[in-house]
T-cell receptor, first 113, second 113 residues
Framework: KQEVTQIPAALSVPEGENLVLNCSFT??????LQWFRQDPGKGLTSLLL?????REQTSGRLNASLDKSSGRSTLYIAASQPGDSATYLC????????????FGKGTKLSVKP | EPEVTQTPSHQVTQMGQEVILRCVPI?????FYWYRQILGQKVEFLVS????????KSEIFDDQFSVERPDGSNFTLKIRSTKLEDSAMYFC???????????FGQGTRLTVV
């Protein structure tokens, strides 16, 4: 069964710290992986999409990496700010005719001023 | 920037009642999805829709659920006879092309009482 796991479930850091969020997936035959941000009671905001052929993807202070062979992706957030506080979700896409996403449970990030 | 729009943002309904959740996907997108997120749980795939028909559905998407695109712009999810366990956040999503970046709406919070 294809599953996505995110560890830790929650993370609290002081403002300014660099941090890494982890995502692992059981089936390495991934097509792409997408990182989302979710604020409490809100929708999902797409942050980065990383294709299976890529090793890294960057957007501003965010950098996502993908290692298919080990079944892992990381989201690196540089110089964290209180506004980064949210739940971060990763979702695996295995391609094919369905194209649906398989989500992890998320990491709830709290950045303290 | 184009976005996926969902209405209503919150709906409270009595058990056994029918509800219709509405979504307006991004206009040039071809694939449409419904996902749900029970409080504290993972985001789960319900159904995908392409070319005016269901292309894939999960085991959650049983006979009480249906989807349609009634007028070429709206995309609806109908739950015929709601149960308490249908209480969740329902998200509409659309990538422009299959297996590309998925854009999510802000969600409809359904509460069944």
């Amino acid at each position: 069964k294809q599953e996505v796991t995110q560890i830790p479930a929650a993370l609290s850091v002081p403002e300014g710290e660099n941090l890494v969020l982890n995502c692992s997936f059981t089936d390495s035959a991934i097509y792409n992986l997408q990182w989302f941000r979710q604020d409490p009671g809100k929708g999902l905001t797409s942050l980065l999409l990383i294709q299976s052929s890529q090793r890294e993807q960057t957007s501003g202070r965010l950098n996502a990496s993908l290692d298919k062979s080990s079944g892992r992706s990381t989201l690196y957030i540089a110089a964290s700010q209180p506004g980064d506080s949210a739940t971060y979700l990763c979702a695996a896409n295995y391609g094919g005719s369905q194209g649906n996403l398989i989500f992890g449970k998320g990491t709830k990030l709290s950045v303290k001023p | 920037e184009p976005e996926v729009t969902q209405t209503p943002s919150h709906q409270v309904t009595q058990m056994g009642q029918e509800v219709i959740l509405r979504c307006v996907p991004i206009s040039n997108h071809l694939y449409f999805y419904w996902y749900r997120q029970i409080l504290g749980q993972k985001v789960e795939f319900l159904v995908s829709f392409y070319n005016n028909e269901i292309s894939e559905k999960s085991e959650i998407f049983d006979d009480q659920f249906s989807v349609e695109r009634p007028d070429g712009s709206n995309f609806t999810l109908k739950i015929r006879s709601t149960k308490l366990e249908d209480s969740a956040m329902y998200f509409c999503a659309s990538p422009r092309v299959l297996n590309t970046e998925a854009f999510f709406g802000q969600g409809t919070r359904l509460t069944v009482v």
